[in-house]
């Protein structure tokens, strides 16, 4: 069978076989090995069909719609829902980003999790299903969907797996993120209740042919009420109370995917509805979200720094590292918003790693106090090698995947106003601080606690989690224009009423692909 005649299907295929795979593990016998190897070989074949995605993403798109792979069912009659689905290179990427740390979230739960196996990856498929229907949704009611069902696995995962003050954080979680949520609902009602169709594409072409015309104070609400369900999401300061204890207090497996993918779908709302569906809103709140994402870029850098935690002090480098997207969409220029996509799919890689590493060690020690630890090059070579080149992923070494993100949002907040650009540049040079400050405490010097002396170094299943996201780091650090090229053209079909009427006010900059070659070397 020619390989493009999925393309009519994948999309649900991709979307559905977690989900599907979750229902059989319901069925299988309490027998733990088979549970695990099912749920990986599920997760795996999701990967693989996952990467049909980008293979055929050239000839799946047509010249009429910016969405490819799209399939569009009557779902429900009345009201009038669709079963409505398609990427583009931004939602596509997330998706792959998605398919590919699952697998390694199973592997760094092999042993970790004891009790209730069934129920822990039964969770993860389901909540998989959920986080990739986000990704791909283009009906408004069906994107509410899939980001609804995405919190309850998580929490679940979070209160029933977690360490001592699970519960709290697990509430805390889903209370923030639930009311939030509801905010969005209303706004999306009220699109519907004005233009009759919950189709993101369709009301989309009706505001920018001004077929759906909306007054100044009720496009504001509306921005906002999306708004404040992605920030809570993000999150973005002041918002961002609840992730400190969810990621602290989550296993290893769920602070990999709440990192990883759940942060993302803040960034993408912000992004595709946000600045998508109101451009003249989000021109004129830029000053004081931009402001927000300074602010939380400066003060998660400075917080995580006095962390005695590690998992901690990796939570609030989240903070600083999504308000790095948050600026770059909200700069509203060509570069900035390629940053801001390049970097999601960055922070996904390099700080999925950093919580995959720092559960091996609590596997080992059962703490994640920075004091207990010293000297651990020595009996943990490899470990030490792996968590350095994390490490310098994650604060923008060039040659590494954080570099080319971090350069593109920079150049396009110098572009929006310089102002901008100096204020989160410092956000690099804290990030360095804390991550490089984390690294020599933990590994240099003597071995400090004589406990750490007999630490077996990763056995063969751990250094299967971590190579392929050391590789990559380095590879989209090389090689950027692999994912750039399609994420340059996504967003300059996706936004043309934000970023290329800033483009066109910034005397034409260089694209943000033309940019990437200059650092890495590329020829034009």
Not at 148 to 156: D, G, H, K, Q, W
Not at 281 to 287: I, L, P, Y
Request: with cysteine; hydrophobic share 55%; net charge positive.
């Amino acid at each position: 069978m020619n390989a493009s005649s999925l393309n009519p299907y994948i999309l649900t295929l991709v979307i559905f076989l977690p989900a599907a795979g979750a229902l059989l593990l319901l069925l299988f016998p309490r027998r733990d090995r088979d549970i695990r190897w099912f749920a990986l070989l599920i997760s795996l074949v999701t990967l693989l069909l996952s990467l049909h995605l980008p293979t055929h993403f050239s000839t799946a798109q047509s010249s009429t719609s910016q969405f490819a792979y799209e399939t569009n069912l009557q779902w429900i009659t009345q009201p009038n829902i669709h079963y409505h689905i398609g990427v583009d290179a931004i939602s596509m990427w997330l998706v792959v980003l998605t398919t590919f740390l699952v697998p390694l979230s199973v592997l760094i739960s092999w042993r970790s999790v004891h009790d209730r196996v069934k129920e822990f990856f039964v969770l993860m498929l389901v909540l998989e299903t959920a986080m990739i229907g986000v990704f791909v949704a283009l009906d408004l009611f069906l994107f509410y969907f899939f980001w609804e069902v995405t919190l309850i696995p998580m929490a679940l995962m979070i209160g029933m797996y977690g360490h001592e003050r699970r519960i709290y954080a697990a509430v805390k979680f889903f209370l923030f993120t639930m009311v939030a949520s509801v905010f969005m609902l209303a706004a999306i009602i009220w699109l519907y209740a004005r233009s009759g169709s919950f189709d993101f594409v369709t009301i989309q072409a009706m505001m920018r042919s001004g077929a759906l015309t909306l007054g100044r104070r009720e496009s504001l609400w509306l921005f906002l009420g999306f708004f404040v369900a992605f920030a809570v999401k993000v999150p973005l300061f002041p918002l961002h109370t609840w992730l400190p204890d969810a990621h602290v207090e989550a296993p290893t497996a769920g602070s990999v995917l709440l990192a990883g993918v759940l942060l993302k779908m803040g960034t993408y709302g912000l992004l595709r509805f946000n600045v998508g569906l109101f451009p003249a809103e989000s021109r004129a709140n830029q000053g004081w979200i931009v402001t927000l994402a300074i602010i939380g870029i400066i003060y998660g850098a400075l917080v995580a720094m006095v962390q005695p935690n590690m998992k901690k002090l990796v939570a609030y480098s989240s903070v600083s590292h999504l308000g790095f997207c948050v600026l770059g969409i909200f700069s509203l220029t060509q570069a900035g918003t390629v940053g801001a996509v390049y970097q999601m799919l960055n922070h996904g890689i390099s700080t999925g790693a950093l919580f995959i590493l720092l559960g091996m060690i609590y596997e080992r020690r059962h703490t994640y106090e920075i004091t207990e630890y010293g000297g651990l090059a020595t009996p943990m070579p490899v470990y030490a090698t792996f968590f350095l080149v994390i490490t310098l992923s994650s604060i923008g070494l060039p040659l590494m995947n954080g570099f080319v993100g971090e350069f593109l949002v920079l150049s396009g907040s110098f572009q929006a106003k310089a102002l901008y650009g100096i204020l989160a540049a410092s956000g690099v040079i804290w990030s360095a601080c804390y991550m490089l400050w984390l690294y020599q405490r933990v590994f240099y010097g003597t071995v400090k606690n004589p406990v750490n002396t007999t630490l077996l170094d990763l056995n063969g299943r751990e250094r299967t989690c971590v190579w392929p996201l050391a590789v990559a780091a380095l590879v989209m650090g090389v090689v950027p224009q692999l994912w750039l090229n399609s994420i340059d053209t996504a967003v300059t079909r996706a936004l043309p009423g934000s970023t290329k009427e800033a483009t066109q006010m910034s005397a034409a900059p260089p694209s943000a692909s033309v940019l990437a070659n200059r650092m890495t070397g590329g020829a034009q």
